[in-house]
Each structure stands twice: as C-alpha cells, then as structure tokens.
C-alpha cells in the first residue's frame, strides 16, 4: 500500500475498492469451501485479514500451505510490505444462516445435476430447521426450451423495509453459467433475534411485542390490619371547602345550597 | 397445401369489414417443444383454423397434429419470405418490439395479415425477430414496452384489430406470480392479458389469461435438472477439484 499522503476522500475511496477486490477474489477462490465474508483490521504493524468460512481445514490447507499462497497472492497484488499482511480463516458459527454459503450450496447441487425443486427445497428446509426466522430461494433464468422464467421457493416470515431489514436480512446470488445465458440463483435468509448477538442481531424488531403472563395475586390470610383513623366531619357544620358524600346526585343545586346556607 | 384463393378470400373479408385477419406465425426454435405446443394450441383457440398459419415449419409432411390434434391451421415448410404470393408484403404488418409505431385499431384497413416470430425468447429479449426484419417487411408495429408471449400477442392483436379496442384500453396483468406448491410459485416476465376481459368481473383482474395446461407444465419444470445446460466450469489451479460433502 503506498505510504504518501493522501485525502480523506481518497482514502476511504481506496479502502472500500480494495474491500470489494479482496472480497471478490476470495468469493471465486474459496466458493467451494463455504466462503462467507471478509472482514479487513488496519493495526499500525499489519494489516490483518479475518476470512470467514465453514470450511476452515481447506481454507488453511495442509501445513497451513494455501493460506500462505493466498498471503503471497493478497501481498504482491496490493503492493503490501514484506510481512505487512496476514490472513486467519475463522469459522463461521451457523452456516444455516449463513446466505453466501446456502447460495453456494445451492449453485453446486445444480451444477451436480440435482432437480431445481428438490435442491431448492433441501436449502429452504435446512434453513428453517436451524432457526432461521424465514428463507427465500429464488432460481431464474431460461431452463431447457422454455420462456424466461423465475421459480421462488419460500418458508417463514420476511421483513423487506426498514431498518429491521438492514440488521436482519442476509443474502446473496450467484450464478450458474449455461449453454443459453445465466441462471441466478439468490438466497435471503431471516435471521432470528439472538440476545448474545451470535446467531442474529440484538436488537429486537420494534413491531414484536412480547405480552407476559399475568401474575398470581398473593393470597391473604387472617385478618386484615386496621384501617387508618378517619377525622369525623359534622354534617351540620362541615368545615369549609369540604364536599358532601350524596350531593353528587343533585349536582350544583344542591352543593350550592349547601355552600350557599353557610 | 395452402391455396392463394383462401387468401384472397380472407382478404376480401378483411377490406370489407375489420375482421377475417389472417395471422402468420414463423416459428424459429429446433423441433416443438412442449411450450411452443401450448402456446400454439391456445393461438387456435383465439383465431380459427382457415385464418392462422405456421411458416418454416419443421415437420415434413406438414401435420399440425403431431402438436395438437384437435386443431388443422395452415402449415408451409417454407420461410415467409419465400411466400409472397400467399402473403403479399404491402399487407402484411410485422409485429416488432422495435417498431416506432404502437397498433391501433385503424390498422384493421390497412393490412390483411400479422405476422409474428421470436417464439420462446429470453427476458430481455434476443430480438429473434431480426430474422423477419432482415428480409425486408415495410410495415411494422409494437404492442407496448412490456414483452409478450405470441400467443397473447396474438390475442392483442384480434382485439384491437377485430375488436376495434386500443392497445391501451385492454386490461392487462404484467409478471404475474402463478403458485405452484405450497411453498413455491413462478413469475413469468411477461405481459398477459387479464382474465377480466373476457369475464368482465373485476375479480379477475389479476388472473393472467394462459394457454391450456401451462400451469401444469411450471410445475413439472421446477423438476428438471440442468444437466444438459450446463457450459463446462473453467478450473483455477488454486482452486479445490472435489465437491463439497452433502451435509444440507
């Protein structure tokens, strides 16, 4: 990386380039061993590269070999100083919620020959065992000498707009190269609430209210404790300001009466 | 075979009254599918069978039953190009996303017969229809900016002609959503006529008009594989050769 001076602007131009670059190169490298994200830590002695995938064992390779080669690859591309950069594979808690894997799942069962509704279906179904709050499968394109068409396979619940929708939707396409064009295929997973903030996000949506359960009055038992002693207010001569009990019957009249005969 | 007496014929009809039309279809794809068969067997049932006919079509001994034995339409082995006698080009009007000019009832004494191509084309679409542009047809006409199916095309096409109904006044339903399982519906990307046309209630201003039996066949085609689609994945010698264990 170049260590002149350069704008802010510049700067965060040329982070987020290098985010995309680096990520897409890892998404065409690593698809067949559950790629999953990247995430970039500038520290002022290296910059640290964290890989997540559900395959970490292919990731790192035997004797760590291909993690070194992917080191060797990220360093020489960007320019990094001699041991300026490293990559960790960290694996991925819950692949089930993960969308960028599924996606890639998906498209290998359809490279392998699988029928589009059962390897949509096996998706979907493993999806939603794992908690996920609801799934979506959509797979177009033009299939064996029919019109242009897309097929969407769904489960569960799904939020669309809204901040909800930024915390809570994971997805992801990919896509299937074929003799007559490109068959897409996306996932988009909903992720359930997770308090530990491990399997989905903490915050809870804002339109789930939870309406707990009454609790159970204590029962008493004896005698109740006597009642505070009330002052005795003389009919005849009631103290100014005070209001008649059996007044409210007749209303003004009567009060003003009342108020009236003082 | 074909006789140019029956073509004079429907012309006739159609000078004199806006109806009796005659519509082409080139059919462009290898062989029928089972699609194109759809499509075509709902074309003979919106137009009769003395005014509908297929060109440069593959069968040789030029049967229409193969697709559909209920139906007997015109059918040429030859490209519409070389049956000029039978369709003369200055009556003929090419139906063409491209075209400038949108169809309009008026056209109904202008031409005595549309013709349509690009049967079972991508979204967007692969302009099949350059084929029959190439050769050279001077009048052209588009249906809107939405892609069509032909067989609804058609249909459009008999309502505005025969009808005398603007393209605009037509009730139509754009990308419609067809379920097909409890869990799983298609979308086709294309425009249909709405079902409140012909019923008029307005209930049924979201149900596409489509072919016989097509519904069953999107059933049956999200159990197709893509085996024979596939092109070969190029390989990356970095990259892994083995699949990935079925754990899902």
Known sequence: MATTQ???????????????????????MLAEDGYSGVEVRVTPIRTEIIIRATRTREVLGEKGRRIRELTSMVQKRFQFAENSVELFAERVENRALCAMAQAESLRYKLLGGLQVRRACYGVLRFVMENGAKGCEVVVSGKLRAQRAKAMKFVDGYMVSTGHPATLYINEASRNVKMKQGILGVKVKIMLPCDPEGKLGPKMPIPDKIEVPDPKPEPKVVGELPPSPAVPHIDPQHPPFGTVMAGGGGGGGHDMGAGMGAQ | MADSSDVKAAAAAAAGGGKGKIYAVEHLEEGVPRWCALEYGHMCEVVKDERLAFTKWPNEDRSFACVDSR?????????????????????????????????????????DTVLFGGILGNVPSDDR?????????????????????????????????????ALEKIPYVDHPDIRTGAHDSTNMPFRYVALSHRSKKAADANTPILPRGMVELLRESADDDLMDELLQEPSHPLLTQSMPADGV
């Open chain 1, 6 to 28: 350069v704008s802010k602007k510049r700067k965060f131009v040329a982070d987020g380039v290098f985010y995309s670059e680096l990520n897409e190169l890892l998404t065409r």
């Open chain 2, 71 to 111: 139906f007997a339409p015109r059918v040429y082995t030859e490209s519409i190009a070389d049956l000029q006698k039978d369709f003369p080009r200055e009556r003929t009007v090419l139906m063409d996303m491209d075209a400038s000019e949108p169809l309009t009832p008026a056209d109904a004494a202008l031409f």
């Open chain 2, 129 to 165: 229809t350059q084929e029959l542009r190439k050769v050279g047809f001077p009048h052209r006409r588009n249906l809107g900016s939405v892609q069509m199916t032909t067989d609804t095309a058609m249909l459009v096409c008999k309502i505005v002609l025969e009808d005398g109904v």
